[in-house]
């Protein structure tokens, strides 16, 4: 993974409206850090980062059916999450697929100890 690549994953975490705020703070940290040997240090902490940004499916289900859901999401954006949740948990699916999610999934695959960044 190039350094590049890395750092839009990142920026995705921080962009991400689903991203938990200890993750965008992170992520922020991490971007702020460029080129120092604090983004070092940070990129061996992302992968545990990434793993708390990741929410199982029947986690995302139980979320979007909560009263919190609802005033955060409104009531028809909660409806909206729930449906499609369990309509991707019966196509199989085992993760949530926010942007959160997703790009915390990407980074949680790799390994930083195996990370090179170019």
């Known amino acids: 993974m190039t350094h590049t690549q890395l750092t839009q994953l990142v920026q995705a975490l921080l962009d991400a409206p689903t991203s938990n705020e200890t993750v965008k703070e992170?992520?922020?940290?991490?971007?702020?850090?460029?080129g120092t040997?604090?983004?070092?240090e940070l990129t061996k902490q992302l992968v545990s980062v990434?793993?708390?940004n990741i929410a199982l499916i029947d986690e995302?289900?139980?979320f979007a059916g909560s009263e919190l859901a609802t005033q955060i999401l409104g009531a028809e954006g909660a409806a909206n999450l729930?449906?499609?949740a369990k309509d991707i948990k019966a196509e199989g699916a085992e993760f949530c697929d926010c942007p959160g999610c997703?790009?915390?999934k990407?980074?949680?695959?790799?390994?930083?100890?195996?990370?090179?960044?170019?």
């Open 26 to 34: 992170f992520a922020q940290s991490w971007i702020n850090a460029e």
């Open 37 to 40: 040997p604090k983004q070092e």
């Open 50 to 52: 990434a793993e708390q």
């Open 60 to 62: 995302t289900i139980g």
């Open 82 to 84: 729930l449906q499609h």
């Open 102 to 104: 997703v790009a915390a």
């Open 106 to 118: 990407k980074y949680y695959r790799f390994e930083s100890r195996n990370c090179i960044i170019l």
